[in-house]
């Protein structure tokens, strides 16, 4: 699988994230179905954006590059995403690049003008296939600056001749640098090989990007991608999100406002076609549903335990869900039904089946975990280990005190084991009175 | 500053974040006398041992180099190393290569043949100068394979001619990969210009790795490095650390049984120069150690708060060990002063000068910080605030126990007072009745 990766030229804001998501959730389920998941990832490290911002940063744009690439990879793990098998990055692929333009060259879909190369788009007759456009429908680019270098005027830059000032790289025609569209051809076939199976990335990508990469992929002689995925964006007032909305939507500061956890099930929980309107009112109703399944599974693991959930035969009516392209809205129905099972069988307290609630936890574990939001995996626990002993310690205070109301009660000093209740309450410490004797949980702050 | 970085072909052992660590005390150190550090710490991406292990272990060679890579990254990062300002990768950077080959060929320092290209080390007349030896002196490599390549057995190999089944790059001399000793000379030159200030690596680098590389970018012309750092092993039973010595001193395994902080601080508390014999023991006397320092800056800023000490003015004695050499083990010994100092400070209790005290404590964690070992940095509190509520909760339950133990006091109830004391350390609180009152710690476990 090959997925357009991030142009590091700033920190990701949610929207940016959508695709890693959606596509790690694909990875997730081929996975769970015993495929085998080779995943390229790249990451644009020059284009326009990025030389910029090294300008303005007053830095060198690889410096900008290298810093923002970080960030992605930082969110990306935040959210849990699976790192792919290898992310490349354009400017280590320019010996493979000069390798495809001279095949297109030689094969007459190409040329070099001007210190820049070009596809012939008019040599490659399926061109606009993939976005259902003719050629001859198309419009004229409004690039009058390369207009005289251009045979025709929709034929799009392999290469760009270098400019003073900008880095280059040495090429049989001259130095330059890479054109956005090549970078994620050369890098394909050297991954992945002539023919594979899944290229995915963003909806604004099918043209001109992808048009473009199938061109100079299979007029280069390669069968290319077997299939295509496209995500929907993340909207704000119904447009895509932008850069230029502020900071509020940069991943790092949504995290201050909601767990990681609950971003990312928001973020998965739509259709990876559909639109996704995004506000903080959406994320807390979302977080809200999210915490109803989590409140499950905590209270049924605490009663049956934890266990591994890597040969839990998945329900079929969420696979076929999956099976369907990838109907996570659906799948998360069977999800919701199942939790509402677990719910009904922990609500018998010590009648409770045991069996019953053991299969439907790890059940509903092994569906979240297709998605990436089961709250016991691993990724989502690393600060547990930390509270895990003052988790013990207040294990022990509590029972102290709870023995104390329970010697109270046996006294019929009602009004001191009011106090120690009430004492608990002050410290933040709710009491449960199960069949399993008494239960505390911190209770949620009112903010 | 250059910095040899990893063979990425295996999870890192103690040994191999020492340099890493080294270098990263070095670049806080300049940042914290204002110097402007550009950081270029390199991957190696494609070596024999990589494509051994990619067969080994059924997956292409750069799956498995990505992979190591992101476990370099995190050791990095769990032990608080600064991130480099470029990581870039040596199969990145082939048109580089190439291009510096061309120069070296053009100025007869270098030629192809049978597919390989050679430096010629008799037409340089310095090569030795940094490992002190004459090439008169120098024993003939044992390369029988390609001795009859060579026009002198001392010659080493810029670029290694394509074998079967092996991963090969175009050049105008035929399809092969990377020598070792090229990529540091062309990334070098990439990223940080012809000339630069501090070339670093480990000890065994100096012959023939570094030897080779001033060799490359002299000959072609750049003035190269001004000053060569290289750091000492850490050794087991006086030998250098190996990965045959099995998973125990992988850094992920020895993180399970000490705190990365603690770790960190016995890398670097050492001179660099100085071999560091590895041992559990040393661990644990090492920690022990930074224990004692941290419990100070605990306490003290218990009592007078946390400020920035970004504009802390570094004791000079401190400074002169550090500009001695690197001088840490000399610095510490101005950390440990200084704390000595602070407890002294701290016995006063209610008298403790709170101006000297908070002198005190800022000076030693703007010390610490140089050694990257400060714990009250953000990097090693990440998990504070999740800690934080239950602390309070905790809080919250010994205030009520303490009150109830004041109130059995006041009525003469010795008994119950000591009770509830008990019952506090059985559930691991330590109570310190101090002058501000009684205040609690958890206590340590017996193991």
């Not at 493979?96 to 070009?118: C, F, P, T, W």
């Not at 569209?181 to 992945?192: D, I, K, R, T, V």
């Not at 199976?197 to 077997?226: C, M, R, T, W, Y």
């Not at 549903?289 to 839990?312: D, K, L, T, W």
């Amino acid at each position: 699988m090959y997925l357009c990766g991030a142009t590091v030229q700033s920190n990701p804001h949610v929207g940016h994230l959508r695709s890693g998501l959606v596509f790690d959730v694909l990875t997730r389920w081929l996975l769970k179905q015993n495929y085998k998941v080779t995943l390229c990832r790249n990451v644009t490290d020059i284009d326009d954006k990025i030389l910029h911002k090294a300008i303005h940063e007053e830095r060198p744009w690889w410096a900008v590059a290298q810093h923002y690439e970080r960030a992605f990879q930082e969110a990306y793990s935040l959210l849990g995403c699976i790192p792919p098998t290898i992310e490349p990055r354009a400017t280590g692929h320019v010996t493979q690049m000069v390798e495809l333009m001279e095949e297109l060259i030689k094969r007459g879909h190409a040329y070099a003008s001007n210190g820049d190369v070009y596809f012939d788009v008019r040599s490659f007759e399926k061109y606009g296939s993939l976005s259902n456009q003719k050629p001859d429908d198309m419009l004229a680019a409004t690039d009058s600056e390369h207009a005289a270098s251009k045979k025709d005027v929709r034929d799009f830059a392999l290469w760009k001749g270098s400019k003073p000032g900008e880095p280059a790289w040495p090429t049989p025609w001259g130095a330059g640098r890479p054109g956005w569209h090549l970078e994620c051809s050369a890098m394909a076939a050297m991954y992945l090989g002539d023919n594979f199976d899944i290229h995915g990335g963003g909806l604004d990508l099918v043209f001109p990007h992808h048009e473009n990469e199938i061109a100079q992929s299979k007029a280069a002689g390669q069968k290319f991608a077997n299939y295509w995925l496209h995500n929907a964006w993340v909207t704000t007032a119904g447009e895509k999100m932008s850069k230029s909305l502020g900071n509020s939507l940069i991943v790092f500061d949504v995290l201050e406002r909601i767990r990681a956890i609950e971003l990312r099930w928001y973020l998965v929980s739509a259709h990876y076609r559909s639109n996704l309107e995004f506000s903080d009112e959406a994320l807390q109703e979302s977080g809200a549903a999210f915490r109803r399944i989590e409140g499950f599974i905590n209270r049924a693991s605490e009663i049956v335990g934890e266990e591994s959930i890597a040969n839990v035969t998945i329900d079929p009516g969420f696979s076929a869900a999956m099976n369907d392209d990838l109907g996570v809205p659906a799948a998360l129905a069977v999800v919701h039904e199942i939790v509402t099972e677990g719910n009904i069988e922990l609500q018998k307290g010590a009648k409770s089946d045991l069996k019953v609630l053991s299969k439907t936890l790890h059940q509903v574990r092994a569906m979240l975990d297709v998605l990436g939001v089961d709250p016991l995996a691993a990724n989502w626990n690393s600060s547990r280990e930390d509270s895990k002993v003052l988790k013990e310690v207040i294990d022990a205070l509590v029972a102290n005190q709870l023995q104390m109301r329970q010697q109270a009660r046996e006294h019929k000093d009602f009004a001191k084991a009011d106090e120690i209740r009430d004492s608990l309450a002050n410290a933040g410490i709710a009491i449960d009175d199960t069949q399993n004797g008494a239960r505390w949980s911190v209770m949620e702050s009112e903010n």
